[in-house]
C-alpha cells in the first residue's frame, strides 16, 4: 500500500476535499494500482448504477481557417492555402441527416477561428440546423473561439453567447483548454485565449444557463503541479457555478474565486440579478495526451533524464522554455484520471478518451474513474489529423462496457438514458452481416491441433474469423 502523508479514505467517502499539495502527493508517492482502486471506489459512489454510458455524436469542423497558431495543431490553415475550406449550411444539412439516420442525438460543431464569419452567419447556421433537425442537441463553438468572436464581432462575450443561445445553441465544449499556465500556453497555443479568458467564457456561460465541459491536454511540456493548478481552478469554478444555483453560499465563493482567480473576473462583468433562474455548469471533465505526429511541437526532443535532469526542475532553460517534451503513456493518463476522479468532488463525469489511447486502455479507464466512454464519433478530423487515433462503433463501444460489468447505455448531453441495451437486441449482441476475416498462414498445430473438417494436411492457408475491436487509423 502506497505511503501517504493524509487519510485517503476520508476522501474516497466523501468526507474531505482533496489538496492541491495532496494531489502531486498522490502523482509522486501513490501507485498506479492503489490510485486505480481509490477512484474506482469514488466512481462507484458517485455513479452506484449498474450501467455506464457513451453518446452518439457527430464531430463537424465548419471551417480550418484559423487565427491561431497552436504548436500541437495539424488541422488549421490560412486563407490562401488550398486545402482551406469553410462548409456550406447545406453540406452540415447532410452530414446531420447522415447522424440522424444512425440514432445519433448531437453534433460538436467546432471550427477554426475564421476571421471571415460575421455573427450572422452563426445565427442563420444555428437556426437553419434546428428548425431543419428540431431533435439535434447542439454542442458548439469551445471558448477560444468566443474569445476570437468577441474581437471579430466587436462584442463582449455574453453578448455573443445570448445571441447564440437564442438562435439555438445548447451546450459548450471544453476545448483548447490544453493548460492553463502562462508559461505553458505562450508557447503551445500561439494566438489562442489565455487561460483567464477559457475560464472567463465558461463563467459566463454558466450565468447565462448553458451548460460546458472541461478539458486538459497532458503529456507535452507542462509540469504536473501545472496539470494540478488546471484542475483547481475547474474546481474553484464549479464551486461557483453550483453557488450560481443555490449550492453553498455565493458571496463567500466568489470572494475565494476572485482572490485566487482575479482574471478570471476582470472582465464581462457579474451582475447577479441577471443570472439565469437555471444557470449551467461542468458537466464532464475530459483529458487526453498530446499526439506528436504532423505538428510543430512534435519536432521538439523527447525529455531523457539523463540529458536533461528532473522534468520539474524550474530552473532547467531547455524544459522552461518547451524545447523537450515528456509525452504521456497509458500510466500517465491513468495516473491522471485516478487522481482526477479523487479531484473532482464536484464535476459528476469523467469520460474515458479511448479515441486518443485506445479501446483496450480506453476500458480501463472505466476501472480508473470514468463513468462515461464519451460520444461514438462519425467523424474527427483534429485530434486524427496529429497522429494515431481510434474509431468505434456503437456495437464496439457497448462491447467494451458490458465485458467490463456493466449495461451499455446510450444517453444524451443531459446523461438522460435514451436506450438501456439489456436485451437480446443490444448492438453488441447481433451477428455481424460481414464479419471481418484476417488471414492467418498457419495454425500451429503443436497448440490447438488439427482443426476438423478442413485440416488437410497442406500447409495452406486458413481463414479464421477475429474479433476486431479499434483498428487504428
Ligand atoms: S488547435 Fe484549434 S485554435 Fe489551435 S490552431 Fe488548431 S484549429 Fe486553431
Request: negative net charge; aromatic residues 8%.
Amino acid at each position: 500500500m502506497s505511503k501517504l502523508s493524509f487519510n485517503i479514505d476520508d476522501v474516497i467517502s466523501g468526507k474531505a476535499r482533496l489538496t492541491d499539495a495532496q494531489a502531486l502527493e498522490l502523482h509522486s508517492n501513490a501507485s498506479l494500482h492503489d490510485l486505480g482502486q481509490w477512484a474506482h471506489a469514488v466512481t462507484l459512489r458517485l455513479h452506484p448504477e449498474d450501467y455506464r454510458t457513451y453518446v452518439i455524436d457527430r464531430n463537424i469542423n465548419y471551417t480550418n481557417v484559423c487565427t491561431a497558431k497552436c504548436t500541437f495543431c495539424a488541422f488549421r490553415r490560412d486563407h490562401e492555402d488550398s486545402d482551406a475550406y469553410t462548409l456550406t449550411y447545406d453540406t452540415i444539412g447532410e452530414k446531420i441527416k447522415e447522424l440522424v439516420a444512425i440514432g445519433g442525438t448531437q453534433i460538436l460543431m467546432q471550427g477554426g477561428m475564421n476571421d471571415r464569419l460575421p455573427i450572422e452567419w452563426y445565427e442563420d447556421l444555428l437556426r437553419y440546423i434546428k428548425s431543419t433537425f428540431p431533435t439535434v442537441h447542439i454542442h458548439a463553438f469551445s471558448p477560444p473561439e468566443f474569445v476570437e468572436f468577441e474581437r471579430f464581432f466587436n462584442m463582449d462575450v455574453r453578448d455573443i453567447i445570448r445571441r447564440l443561445h437564442k438562435a439555438g445553441l445548447d451546450t459548450i465544449p471544453g476545448g483548447g483548454g490544453e493548460i492553463f499556465a502562462p508559461r505553458v500556453r505562450k508557447r503551445i497555443g500561439i494566438g489562442k485565449a489565455s487561460g483567464d479568458d477559457w475560464l472567463r467564457v465558461m463563467r459566463v456561460a454558466h450565468e447565462e444557463g448553458l451548460n460546458t465541459s472541461a478539458t486538459m491536454l497532458i503529456g507535452h511540456i507542462e509540469f504536473v503541479r501545472e496539470r494540478i493548478e488546471h484542475m483547481a481552478a475547474i474546481r474553484d469554478m464549479q464551486d461557483y457555478a453550483r453557488a450560481l444555483s443555490g449550492h453553498g453560499e455565493l458571496s463567500g465563493v466568489v470572494r475565494r474565486c476572485i482572490s485566487r482567480w482575479p482574471g478570471i473576473f476582470e472582465r464581462s462583468a457579474f451582475k447577479p440579478a441577471e443570472v439565469a433562474s437555471a444557470p449551467g455548469s461542468y458537466t464532464a471533465f475530459i483529458h487526453w495526451p498530446f499526439q506528436r505526429e504532423n505538428t510543430p511541437l512534435g519536432r521538439a526532443k523527447e525529455w531523457d533524464p539523463d540529458t536533461y535532469g528532473p522534468f520539474d526542475d524550474s530552473t532547467n532553460e531547455d524544459i522552461l522554455r518547451g524545447r523537450v517534451v515528456r509525452m504521456a503513456g497509458a500510466d500517465e493518463y491513468l495516473r491522471m484520471l485516478a487522481i482526477a476522479r479523487l479531484y473532482f468532488d464536484n464535476v459528476p463525469s469523467l469520460q474515458s478518451s479511448w479515441v486518443t489511447m485506445g479501446p483496450k486502455v480506453g476500458q480501463l479507464a472505466m476501472m480508473f474513474g470514468a463513468n462515461d466512454m464519451g460520444s461514438i464519433m462519425m467523424e474527427e478530423n483534429v485530434v486524427s489529423a496529429a497522429g494515431t487515433t481510434y474509431s468505434l462503433a456503437e456495437r464496439d463501444i457497448c462491447r467494451l462496457i458490458r465485458d467490463a460489468g456493466w449495461v451499455p447505455s446510450q444517453r444524451d448531453q443531459y446523461y438522460n438514458i435514451l436506450k438501456r441495451h439489456d436485451g437480446a437486441d443490444a448492438p453488441d449482441l447481433q451477428p455481424l452481416a460481414q464479419p471481418p476475416m484476417r488471414n492467418v498462414k498457419q495454425i500451429d498445430k503443436q497448440f490447438i491441433g488439427a482443426a476438423p473438417g478442413i485440416d488437410d494436411g497442406a500447409d495452406s492457408s486458413v481463414r479464421v474469423q477475429l474479433p476486431l475491436l479499434g483498428d487504428a487509423r
